[in-house]
């Protein structure tokens, strides 16, 4: 039995990725090391978050645990943490990575699994592992550490101590690892392609941070798929023996020669999915479209289904108030639209009309002049300015050319609502009520208005004469 450094030293993180592992690419060319540029995840419950950068060259992903200091987690540009919480993770690069150097091909070996063994020269890390593409087959690699190596293949070790384990990562790329390894470990590393060894002459002596390290073959006696080494063991040819090893592609770097971004912030937001309510207030001029394409030019309660987060659809509650305006001009000739001052109503029972139609928020501008009552163009004493929608706002003393409301100026743009609809200065055919306000809501029950309070402001009212014998 070759006997190798036999305590068990601790590891901090040991890295084990299921049958179907994710696969992490990135370039073994290394430039300048640029800041992260992090693409954040958001879950609707715990599980596999999903961190990846938008800008994936120069240099090598490192991901930590604390903004300074704490935990190295992680190398590669996608780092895949299992989350229950809301959680925040740090990300920077490091320059100055190393690929080892292998034998050339020589042959496929199909049978069992195949790989090399050495002894770490200095504490480095693995920060990519790759089986050459001159065999096929989804990439199945497995790093341990080797405790008592056994140099007879009919009594393999099962004494190891699993760093990494990937298995059917269908890539030709490196995968991204984070694999401390401690000076004066043995290090055991099996790789295939499906079941396909790529074989070349062993021992050969590599670098591994600028020290000459040889490497001698290694293996166990069935392929990956169908064996775990922990459990029918390995063994490995003594030191400086020969024998095919198998090639798997070892990326490294140093524990402290390197140049590092700075830190940057990744987030991964746990949250459920939920309803949330929602009210805005716009003119007609304007329109509210929910995120799914719902348009909203009425006032009322809007439900709209949409996918917002990777919890599902969210129902999103909108409670619209539409807050119309309309103008209002005597001396106009026609009837407008009654939506800007170069059409608007010539008289103010047609704004008031189109006010009372709904419960919205409504403003009616007036410019200044005279008005009088009429009911459907009858000038009776009955006649009166109705006013039903309480939500509705009258504002007087306007020139006709103002866009706001702080414009206007009463005391000079006199607006008067009269009662004096026949016969002038003659109060006894005059109107009952020159303005009416009667609110139509229920008594009790229903839902509340959106605004419960109407203005009348800027205006002289004058003119009318209840005289009458009965409730007008």
């Not at 540029?37 to 930590?64: E, K, P």
Request: charged share 15%; glycine share 10%.
């Amino acid at each position: 039995m070759l006997k190798t450094k036999s305590t068990l030293k601790l590891r901090a993180k040991i890295f084990i990725v299921s049958l179907f592992s994710v696969v992490f690419s990135s370039s073994d060319v290394l430039g300048q090391c640029d800041t992260p540029m992090v693409l954040h995840d958001t879950m609707c419950s715990s599980g596999t978050a999903n961190l990846t950068l938008n800008n994936t060259s120069g240099g090598i992903a490192r991901w930590w645990d604390a903004s300074s200091s704490g935990n190295l987690l992680h190398f590669g540009n996608v780092f895949q943490p299992n989350v229950t919480t809301s959680t925040t993770y740090y990300v920077d690069r490091v320059c100055g990575s190393d690929t080892s150097s292998l034998p050339g091909y020589s042959t496929t070996y199909s049978l069992y699994a195949r790989g090399y063994w050495f002894i770490a020269p200095k504490d480095f890390y693995i920060t990519g592992l790759k089986v050459p593409t001159d065999v096929s087959g989804t990439q199945n690699i497995d790093v341990m550490i080797v405790h008592d190596l056994s140099n007879d293949f009919t009594h393999p070790n099962k004494n190891i101590t699993l760093l990494g384990r990937w298995r059917n990562v269908n890539s030709n790329d490196f995968i991204d690892t984070a694999i401390f390894i401690q000076s004066g470990d043995t290090i055991g590393i099996l790789g295939t392609r499906g079941t396909n060894n790529s074989y070349a002459s062993g021992p050969f002596t590599t670098t591994i941070d600028g020290v000459s390290t040889q490497i001698m073959r290694f293996g166990q006696q069935d392929d990956l798929i169908n064996s775990l080494p922990e459990n029918i063991g390995v063994w490995g040819v003594a030191y400086n023996n020969s024998g095919s090893i198998g090639r798997v592609v070892m990326r490294t770097l140093s524990t402290s020669s390197y140049d590092s971004s700075s830190r940057v912030a990744a987030n991964v937001v746990v949250t459920g999915s939920s309803s949330y309510y929602d009210t805005t207030y716009i003119t007609t001029s304007d329109t509210f479209t929910t995120p799914k394409g719902l348009v909203i030019t009425a006032s009322g309660t809007y439900a709209d289904t949409i996918s917002q987060s990777p919890c599902g659809d969210s129902l999103n509650v909108y409670i619209v108030s539409i807050e119309h305006k309309f103008f209002v001009d005597a001396g106009t000739s026609s009837n407008g639209s009654g939506l800007n001052w170069g059409s608007p109503f010539n008289t103010l029972n047609s704004a008031l009309e189109a006010a009372n139609s709904s419960n919205d928020k409504v403003e009616i501008w007036v410019k200044a002049g005279t008005y009088a009552p009429d009911n459907n163009g009858s000038t009776g004493r009955t006649s009166t300015f109705l006013l039903t929608n309480i939500n509705t706002k009258l504002y007087g003393g306007f020139n006709g050319s103002e866009s706001s409301r702080d414009q206007r100026d009463p005391a000079n743009n006199r607006t008067v609502l009269s009662g004096d609809i026949g016969i002038s200065g003659n109060s006894s055919d005059n109107c009952f009520h020159v303005l009416s306000i009667i609110d139509t809501r229920p008594v009790s029950g229903g839902e509340e208005p959106l605004d419960t309070s109407f203005v009348i402001d800027g205006f002289v009212i004058s003119g009318a004469n209840a005289n009458g014998s009965s409730k007008n």
